[in-house]
Structures are given as C-alpha cells and as structure tokens.
C-alpha cells in the first residue's frame, strides 16, 4: 500500500495487523478443533468414508490421509459447483478420491494418479462397495508425465471442472504451470496443505520435522505465486492443512 506523506515522498504503510480490526480467526484450539469434527463433521459423515478413515487409521503413513472436515468440506465443493470431470493427485488409501467420488454424478469421473498403487487397493474394496468406484481412472506412477501427456493434446485443455492436488509439494508450482491449462475457465484447482503445518510463520530456528522444513520453501514459493498469478482468483482456507482454491478467470 502506497501513500504520500507530508515531505512528497512516497511511503509504504504496512496493512494492519489483524488484531487491530478485531481477533477474526477463532481456531486457536485442539478442543475447538474437536469440537467441530464431533458436532458438524462426524455425525454427517458417509458410511464409507469413516469406514475408510478408520482402516487409514491404521496405516503407519496415516499423517498423510485427508482430514474428515477437509473430506466434508470438499464434497460439498464438489456439489456446489456442479463438478463432472475431475483428477486428483495424490491419492493414498481414497478419502478424499472417496469424498469427492461421492459428490460426483453417477456418469461423474474422476482421474486419480499416485506413484503408490499398494495404497490405493487399501480403500478400494470400501470405493467399491460404496457404489463409486467406476467414476474413477486410477493410473499408477508420477503425475507429471500424465500431465505433460494431456498438454500435448488439445482435447484435454480446459477439460476439468475440479481438480484436487494433494502430492509432492516440491512440484506444486511445476503442477499449476499445466493445470492452468487443463481446468476449464470457472473451474477450481485446489492445493492442498497451503498452510503446510503452521512451519510458514515459524522463526527460522524453530524445531520443525525434517519433512517439514524441507517442503517448507516450496510451499511458501507457491503461496506467493498464486498469491499474484492474473489467471484465478484465489481463497485461502484454513481448514485441514490448509487449502488454497484456485478459480481460473483466464
Ligand atoms: C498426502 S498423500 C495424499 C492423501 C490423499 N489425498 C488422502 O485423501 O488420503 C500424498 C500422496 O501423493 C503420492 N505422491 C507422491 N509423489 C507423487 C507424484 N510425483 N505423483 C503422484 N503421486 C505422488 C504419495 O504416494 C501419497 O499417496
């Protein structure tokens, strides 16, 4: 923000910190976090997708499954915008490939890559037996020679009503460079864990998971991409991890 002080020059005024205009976010607590997955989320959730999240529970790599109110949040997204044709990148044991193959139409499809097949065949047989497995195109391997792929041929641009990104960080801004193109104009990517662990305002000193840190400067390179990319308007949303939504205008 710019404006011109009483000597003719021009200064920078910082934005106020939020605090000044009134303590907005209200999530500072584990019980308040509790609270919500006890009274909103649990109770509305599908059968499939708590059976789903109870067996991922019990996977050693469970850090990595899609949050019940993520999952919740994401299947009313996908209703909202009258989602059809989607992909998903990052897939591990379904619960969000679940939640949004459950938001989608029956004749819906869903393109789900993940490098990790084994996984995938964890929440299948539960994908299976909810009734929607045959929306989804599931193909082992990394995401961005598929993506490549669909870049080189015209069909596919502006092809995908919802896309859901939720892999290797370290290639998120190589993923949008190509998901520009493949969303359809009105359509949604969203970047999964944008507020990457809190780690993003932590001193540079602060204890942080070797992961963590390691993904950090990847996340904080992207956030300020789409921060001022012309192309989408964009929502940043503290829930889960944090999701960014894409809606691309151009
Ligand atoms: C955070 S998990 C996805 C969680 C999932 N959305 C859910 O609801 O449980 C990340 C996944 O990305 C996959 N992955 C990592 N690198 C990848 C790549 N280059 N291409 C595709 N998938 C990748 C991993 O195998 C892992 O299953």
Redesign the pocket.
């Given at each position: 923000m710019a404006a011109v002080n009483s000597g003719g020059s021009e200064e920078i005024s910082q934005p106020a910190k939020h605090q000044e205009v009134g303590h907005k976010s209200l999530l500072q607590s584990d019980a308040l976090y509790q609270y919500i997955l006890e009274t909103s989320v649990y109770p509305r959730e599908p059968a499939p997708m708590k059976e789903l999240r109870e067996v991922t529970a019990k996977h050693p790599w469970n850090l990595?499954?899609?949050s019940a109110d993520e999952g919740q949040f994401l299947n009313l997204l996908l209703k909202l915008i009258n989602a059809k044709n989607t992909m998903e990148?990052?897939?591990?044991?379904?619960?969000?490939?679940l939640s949004t193959a459950l938001a989608l139409p029956d004749d819906g499809k869903i393109l789900a890559?993940?490098?990790?097949r084994q996984?995938y065949e964890i929440g299948l047989p539960i994908i299976e037996k909810a009734g929607v497995a045959h929306k989804i195109d599931f193909r082992e391997g990394?995401?961005?020679p598929v993506l490549d792929l669909m870049i080189e041929d015209e069909k596919f641009h502006g092809s995908f009503d919802f896309i859901f990104v939720?892999?290797?960080k370290d290639?998120y801004l190589n993923y949008h460079k190509r998901l520009i193109d493949l969303v359809k104009i009105g359509g949604v990517i969203g970047y999964d864990n944008t507020l990457w662990n809190g780690s993003l305002v932590a001193p540079p000193d602060a204890p942080l998971r070797k992961y963590v840190r390691y993904y950090r400067d990847f996340v904080l390179e992207l956030n300020k991409a789409l921060a001022v990319d012309p192309r989408v308007e964009i929502c940043q949303l503290p829930v889960g991890d944090g999701i960014t939504l894409c809606r691309r205008i151009s």
């Open positions: 990595m499954t899609t990148i990052g897939v591990y044991t379904g619960y969000s490939l890559l993940d490098i990790n996984n990394p995401a961005l939720d892999a290797d290639n």
